[in-house]
């Protein structure tokens, strides 16, 4: 648990904010400060809008709310703007997917999204079946682990930080 | 020579000692200043170097951080151990926690959690072999995240400067070995020049003996042991007789020749513990340790004049080089090198004085005599300036009608002190000296007024003779000079007579002759004094200028009874060169008899007039001319 509160404090450091002591401290917190760090490590492909950096998640779950929390924090000079998974045919806007259930999954697997620069993560417990993903979370006791499947995100044309590749668990 | 061996080491050995020494000083001090340079700057590397270690560990544990990854961070801290120099690192959060850390094996004790960020410090630039810590920050897009401390141990700059150490010792050592020879071989080469300096200095480079001044450093040092031994010794002062005649009848070659053989002579004539030196032109000097009694001082003094009185066989001539030796002996004759010499020179003055190849001891008396003369000399030169001096007039006759025809000037010297002193005895001391130009310039001038005088109403012309000395007729300007007191006197040529010594002119002959046809150019008439005490040779007759020549007394005085051959022969032989003869020192009636029989032209002698005064001769002059007949 310390650990925990050891990474956002850390997330807590890089965005400047003070997190309040009483704060509850729990697993998708912890989801969610992995995800905002993932995009710390993650390079778009040509000209993105800048200002803005598109984290689509099902605002209903508990690792929607907690990335909710994230929302108008800054990332790189772009700030985060979370925002709900919008129809399939939009999906492509998204610059950061989180794929949690089917619908989100098929929002993932839709045609739109399917050569997108998306950086699909995928939520520890999520039950998304054959679902494409670039990060997938995975839960190790009190602590989270990741893999990267590099090869989606280069033919994404996204670009992982090799520091973000060391830590993975696998790289595909 | 030996004395030289008493000395210390050479003055430029001893310097070359300290030039090496400074060298070598110098040598530690850049050594040591290079050391120090060496050290700060090795370890500022060491710190440069692990700064730039901390600052990668820094970038590469940021994700680790961020993630919250220990073992990833531990894999990034293990590729230190790549890095020799680092022996521990720490990675800790911005809020100062421990995160991650890594000792090199084999470290231990406090040195395994010595990584803090406490224990960094900004100065970097020291002199010191305490390990090195530095500390990077950990930032992530301009966020600082935490920190990383790498100690860094200082064996390996430890090592690294001990090998410099050793090479700048090695190279010193080298550049001091270099030194050494370079300053050894230039001190061996300037004692080399300072030997041949010191050999140069104190050697005659024409004999190879020492010279004037190492024979007195020599005598100064023998004497002073002497003193302490209670030992005599004698100092033997050679002159030799001859050797200017040697020197300008057979050349300077064969004088040089001479005075080789001399010195061989000398060399085997003492023992080889004995000192020979040339001290000068023709003088040399030899002392010579006494065992027992006084008198082996003139011993080896005569035995050195007997050796030097054999004939030398010189490439073109045989020549016998008589010397004069004087000796004096120390302590008995004189308690320092100064007395020792000056009564040395004494004894050798008497021996010239008594005449050639003679060797004489020294004599205290000889001190007394030898002041006589210094005296002599100065009362002699006042004499002189304030005419004091006074001359005599001898009278010369013509052999067959006893008619005055000439007199010769002589001086005479009256001491207010001491009375009258003899030519003898004053005209020797002002010959020692350049006085005697002097002597006879005054002379000549006096005996030119003079006749002049007595001859200003006469119609036949008496005629003056005066003596000149060698050193007279060598001053360049001589016959200006006798031509300038003719002229100022006012006194015809024909009636002066210069007499001039035969041996004198021999002395000095191309320059003799030289002055003698000048004179005789001027009309002056010359004489040949002593004729036949010398050398005679016929072919000066040819080759000197003369109307007479004066017989010397010598051959007079025998006459009628004996000698009647030489004056007969001498006569004769110079009639037959068309030179008139002139009798000196005739005192007997029979003696003119004879010589008037013989044919001799003039007489002077007792018998016929002694030395008279101007008044005395002038008188008789008066006389013989109102009474032409002769008086005796």
Redesign the interface.
């Given at each position: 648990m310390s650990r925990i509160v050891f990474v956002l404090l850390a997330l807590a450091a890089c965005a400047g904010l003070q997190m309040p002591a009483h704060a509850q401290v729990d697993l998708y917190s912890l989801e969610a400060a992995y995800i905002y760090n993932f995009t710390e490590f993650t390079e778009w492909p040509g000209a993105q809008p800048s200002g803005a950096l598109t984290v689509c998640v099902e605002p209903r779950t508990e690792l929607g709310v907690a990335l909710g929390k994230l929302n108008g924090r800054a990332v790189a000079g772009k700030t985060w703007s979370v925002k709900p998974i919008p129809e399939a045919g939009a999906v492509g806007a998204c610059n950061v997917l989180i794929v949690e259930d089917a619908a989100s999954s098929a929002a993932a697997k839709s045609a739109s999204a399917h050569d997108a620069p998306t950086l699909i993560v995928r939520a520890a417990d999520a039950e998304a079946g054959d679902a494409p993903y670039i990060v997938m979370l995975t839960r190790d006791g009190d602590r989270l682990r990741f893999d990267i499947d590099n090869k989606e995100a280069a033919r994404r044309h996204l670009g992982l930080s090799s520091k973000l590749l060391r830590l993975a668990r696998n790289v595909i | 020579m030996k004395h030289s061996a008493h000395r210390g080491p050479s003055p430029m050995k001893e310097m070359a000692r300290i030039k090496l020494a400074g060298f070598g000083l110098a040598l530690f001090v850049s050594g040591l200043v290079l050391l120090v340079y060496q050290a700060l700057s090795l370890r500022s590397a060491l710190t440069d170097d692990a700064t730039v270690q901390a600052d990668m560990i820094a970038d590469?544990v940021?994700?680790?951080?961020?993630?919250?990854?220990v073992r990833?961070a531990q894999e990034v801290l293990r590729s230190l151990r790549k890095v020799p120099y680092v022996e521990s690192a720490g990675i800790y959060?911005?809020?100062g926690?421990h995160f991650a850390s890594y000792v090199r094996s084999g470290l231990l004790g406090p040195e395994l959690t010595e990584a803090e960020p406490t224990k960094v410090k900004p100065n970097r630039r020291r002199l010191s072999f305490d390990d090195v810590f530095v500390a990077s920050n950990i930032m992530?897009?301009g966020?600082?995240?935490g920190t990383v401390v790498v100690v860094a141990g200082t064996a390996q700059m430890v090592e690294a400067l001990l090998h410099y150490a050793a090479f700048i010792a090695g190279a010193s050592l080298c550049a001091l070995w270099i030194a050494f020879v370079v300053t050894s071989r230039m001190s061996a080469r300037i004692a080399q020049a300072e030997k041949k300096l010191e050999y140069l200095a104190s050697t005659d480079p024409l004999t190879g003996l020492p010279n004037r001044r190492a024979f007195y450093d020599e005598l100064n040092e023998r004497l002073q042991r002497g003193a302490t031994a209670c030992s005599r010794a004698a100092l033997i002062l050679i002159d030799l007789d001859d050797f200017k005649t040697v020197n300008d009848t057979l050349g300077h070659g064969a004088g040089d020749e001479l005075l080789k053989h001399v010195a061989v002579a000398l060399r085997q004539s003492v023992r080889m513990a004995d000192l020979v030196s040339r001290i000068g032109g023709d003088e040399f000097a030899v002392l010579v340790a006494i065992a027992k009694e006084k008198a082996e001082g003139i011993r080896t003094a005569e035995r050195i004049a007997r050796a030097l009185a054999r004939p030398f066989d010189l490439p073109r001539a045989s020549i016998v080089a008589s010397a004069s030796v004087g000796v004096s002996v120390y302590p008995d004759d004189a308690v320092d090198v100064a007395s020792l010499v000056s009564s040395a020179d004494i004894a050798l003055y008497a021996a010239k004085s008594v005449g050639k190849n003679a060797a004489v001891e020294f004599h205290p008396s000889m001190t007394v005599e030898a002041r006589r003369r210094a005296r002599l000399e100065t009362e002699l030169r006042k004499a002189i300036e304030t005419d004091a001096l006074h001359l005599v007039y001898q009278p010369q006759f013509e052999c067959r009608s006893l008619r005055l025809v000439g007199v010769e000037a002589l001086v005479r010297w009256v001491h207010p002190v001491d009375g009258e002193i003899t030519p003898g005895e004053f005209v020797p001391v002002a010959e020692d000296s350049d006085l005697i130009v002097a002597l006879g310039q005054w002379v000549l001038r006096r005996a030119c007024r003079d006749a002049a005088r007595w001859n200003a109403n006469q119609a036949h012309g008496i005629q003056v003779a005066v003596n000149v000395s060698a050193r007279q007729l060598r001053q360049t300007q001589f016959a200006e000079d006798v031509k300038a007191v003719l002229a100022e006197s006012g006194l015809s040529p024909h009636l002066l007579e210069l007499e001039l010594t035969e041996s004198q002119l021999m002395a000095n002959m191309t320059a003799g002759v030289e002055a003698m046809r000048q004179l005789r150019a001027a009309g002056i008439r010359l004489s040949l004094d002593d004729f036949g005490t010398g050398y005679s040779s016929l072919s000066y007759l040819q080759s000197f200028p003369v109307n007479n020549l004066k017989i010397d007394r010598a051959f007079v005085k025998p006459l009628p009874q004996d000698g009647q051959p030489i004056v007969t022969a001498i006569i004769s032989m110079a009639h037959s060169f068309g030179i008139g003869v002139v009798a000196e020192g005739v005192e007997e009636p029979a003696q003119l008899a004879w010589l008037d029989h013989a044919g001799c032209d003039i007489v002077q002698g007792f018998l016929t007039g002694k030395p008279m005064s101007l008044e005395a001769i002038t008188e008789r002059m008066r006389s013989e001319c109102e009474d032409p007949e002769p008086l005796v």
């Open positions: - | 590469n940021a994700a680790s951080l961020m993630f919250d990854d990833s959060t911005s809020g926690k992530q897009n966020k600082a995240l």
